[in-house]
């Protein structure tokens, strides 16, 4: 199994700021990873896959990049729509898995 | 306009079961792999299984092993998840999910439905 390690947990900010989360594997996954965005109640939306390639109709401030076992999202400047919780997966080899969760809130 | 509608959630004793169905529309559904994911309460989200466009090939995630079983009707356009021996620590929303690329097994959803609520509890 490959352990996912996300952080922060939760993130303060405002709207305007850059804001990075960060997505470390317990072992090297190349680019096999995608990020999610989920509001409440919602399904989750995808965002990134491929580790850095934007889906398509999603804003270009979101970025990602990475590979191997350190992976990062970044939203280069947050926008009121963007709060919400955003999770990292592996899809590199079964069973995939889920990152624990980033909560970003207004500050 | 793809959509995917689960059903079949509901309220279910400790070591019953239930089956959830996912009607898919809008796309060529035998051509696309498509999963189960769930989320409890309050909680992250949580691979369940995969299902590969042809049916042949299916995955599990340790958790529900030897419990639950993925399956496809691609004449009916519809995805099923067979939940057996169920604990209470499955519940949850699960989500069906298709995969992005046709073809292929890759992992990573571009469409979900809205969600049904298993609960779990005697």
């Known amino acids: 199994v490959i352990w996912m390690t996300q952080s922060p947990s939760l993130l303060s900010a405002s709207t305007g700021d850059r804001v990075t989360i960060s997505c470390r594997m317990s072992?090297?996954?190349?680019?096999?990873l995608a990020w999610y965005q989920q509001k409440p109640g919602k399904a989750p939306e995808l965002l990134i896959y491929a580790a850095s390639t934007l889906q398509s109709g999603v804003p270009s401030r979101f970025s990602g990049s990475g590979s191997g076992t350190d992976f990062t999202l970044t939203i280069s400047c947050l926008q009121s729509e963007d709060f919400a919780t955003y999770y990292c997966?592996?899809?590199?080899?079964?069973?995939?898995?889920f990152g624990q969760g980033t909560k970003v809130e207004i500050k | 306009e793809v959509q995917l509608v689960e059903s079949g959630g509901g309220l279910v004793q400790p070591g019953g079961s239930l089956r959830l169905s996912c009607a898919a529309s809008?796309?060529?559904?035998?051509?696309?792999?498509m999963s189960w994911v769930r989320q409890a309460p309050g909680k992250g989200l949580e691979w369940v299984s995969a299902i590969s466009g042809s049916g042949g090939s299916t995955y599990y995630a340790d958790s529900v092993k030897g419990r639950f079983t993925i399956s496809r009707d691609n004449s009916k356009n519809t995805l099923y998840l067979q939940m057996n021996s169920l604990r209470a620590e499955d519940t949850a929303v699960y989500y069906c999910?298709?995969?992005?690329?046709?073809?292929?097994?890759?992992?990573?959803?571009?469409?979900w439905g809205q969600g049904t609520l298993v609960t779990v509890s005697s």
């Open positions: 997966q592996q899809y590199y080899s079964f069973p995939w898995t």
């Open positions: 809008g796309f060529t559904f035998s051509s696309y792999a």
């Open positions: 999910a298709k995969d992005l690329d046709k073809d292929i097994l890759t992992g990573y959803y571009d469409y």
């Open positions: 072992q090297g996954i190349s680019s096999y």
